[in-house]
Every structure is written in structure tokens, then in C-alpha cells.
């Protein structure tokens, strides 16, 4: 079973960040929050992972509480073409990934 | 991100008929890879890891006998679906895991849909 929580969908206006809640209170110490997204009919996309500290790279942030229970996708100015299913894995180094339904964002014009 | 590719990525046959599907890692030799398998509006299901050398581990509720899978080399594994029917038709999606120096991250197919008619 998957060990996160996201809201099933979220709306974003195109040029506004889109922030995507995610919950994993029962992470354990080693194990990592990763972020995928699935556009449709497509394989997931690899975005961004983290232990403990907030990540950046060209595609999105990631913010990660001090108790490592939730965490944030940041995309910091979406496009329409980030409308996908974005998915919040944990697990630790070598463990299998398993996919919750994951948040549907659509991002308007 | 790093480059895995599925081949071919949309298939149609008839009831009764074999189909292989091909998963190649282009940028990293994966020892292991994945099988997961997406129903429409539903998320993905892991089918099986593939270990290069040895025997796949399937999940509960795969029949091993039924969806074959060969790790033969480091860069590619193969899903071959045996006396295919019209409920095996899915969205087959495979993933390569990289390497420990890199996390091991997985990096996934772009999928192949498999219609049985």
C-alpha cells in the first residue's frame, strides 16, 4: 500500500507556481520522498527527490517539513503542459516504488 | 533524466497470440528492472522485478506462466505476453533502476499499449 496522501486533483492557472501537497507521517529515517508525473498515456517522469532537504533543480522545488511528515511539489511557474498526474513516493534506497492514485493537476489558461 | 525505451509502443492482436514487449535502459546498465502494468483511469501495478541473470520475482496475483519475463543482458529485458486475451489488454509500462552511485532512481518507459482483439 501506498504510504503517502495527496489530494486527488488541483487546479493551477498557467504562470502561477503550483503547489502539491503530499502527507507521509509514517516516514521512517531512511526512507526518501520522491515526486513522478504521468502525462496522459505516457510512462511516469522521473521530477525530483529528497531526504530532509529542500530540493531545486530545473524542473520543480522540493519542500520537505522539519518533522518529515508532508512535503511540498513546487512548480514554480506551470505550463499547460504540466497537466499530469503527479505522484509522491516513499520508500528507501532499493525498495520497490508503489504508485498511489496519485493528484490530478490541470493547469488553465 | 535518463533514457529508457519500449518497444513497440502500441500493439494490436488476436486472441490467442503471443506479443514481446522489449525494455531497453539507454543510458545506464540497470541490473534491475520492472514490469508494471495501468488499467485505464486506474494507477500503475507493479507485474515483476527482473533481475539481470536470474528469475523474475512476480508479484501476487501474476502468473509467471502467463507473462514471461528475460533479463538477459544489463540494458534489456523483455515482457512477453503468452495466449494473450482481450482482459490482458493494458498499458504495460517498464522501468530501469539506476545504478546506487545514482540513487537508484527509476526511470520509466514511455509504455506500450496492448490492445487483444
Known amino acids: 500500500d501506498a504510504k503517502t496522501t495527496q489530494p486527488p486533483s488541483m487546479d493551477c492557472a498557467e504562470g502561477r507556481a503550483a503547489n502539491l501537497p503530499c502527507n507521509h507521517s509514517?516516514?521512517?529515517?531512511?526512507?526518501?520522498v520522491y515526486w513522478y508525473r504521468q502525462i496522459h498515456s505516457q510512462g511516469p517522469q522521473y521530477i525530483i527527490h529528497?531526504?530532509?532537504n529542500n530540493e531545486t533543480n530545473e524542473m520543480a522545488s522540493l519542500i520537505i517539513t522539519e518533522d518529515r511528515k508532508s512535503s511540498t511539489l513546487i512548480l514554480p511557474h506551470a505550463t499547460l503542459r504540466d497537466t499530469a498526474v503527479y505522484y509522491c513516493?516513499?520508500?528507501?534506497?532499493?525498495?520497490?516504488?508503489?504508485f498511489g492514485p496519485g493528484t490530478r493537476l490541470s493547469v488553465l489558461p | 533524466g535518463a533514457v529508457v525505451s519500449q518497444h513497440p509502443s502500441r500493439v494490436i492482436c488476436k486472441s490467442g497470440t503471443s506479443v514481446k514487449i522489449e525494455c531497453r535502459s539507454l543510458?545506464?546498465?540497470?541490473?534491475?528492472m520492472f514490469w508494471y502494468r495501468q488499467f485505464p483511469k486506474q494507477s500503475l501495478m507493479l507485474m515483476a522485478t527482473?533481475?539481470?541473470?536470474?528469475?523474475?520475482?512476480?508479484e501476487q496475483g501474476v502468473e509467471k506462466d502467463k507473462f514471461l519475463i528475460n533479463h538477459a543482458s544489463l540494458t534489456l529485458s523483455t515482457l512477453t505476453v503468452t495466449s494473450a486475451h482481450p482482459e490482458d489488454s493494458s498499458f504495460y509500462i517498464c522501468?530501469?533502476?539506476?545504478?546506487?552511485?545514482?540513487?537508484?532512481?527509476?526511470?520509466f518507459g514511455p509504455g506500450t499499449r496492448l490492445t487483444v482483439l
Open positions: 522501468s530501469a533502476r539506476s545504478p546506487r552511485t545514482h540513487g537508484y532512481t527509476q526511470y
Open positions: 509514517t516516514i521512517s529515517g531512511n526512507e526518501y
Open positions: 529528497g531526504l530532509k
Open positions: 513516493i516513499v520508500r528507501t534506497y532499493g525498495q520497490n516504488f508503489v
Open positions: 543510458d545506464f546498465q540497470a541490473t534491475t
Open positions: 527482473s533481475n539481470e541473470g536470474s528469475k523474475a520475482t512476480y
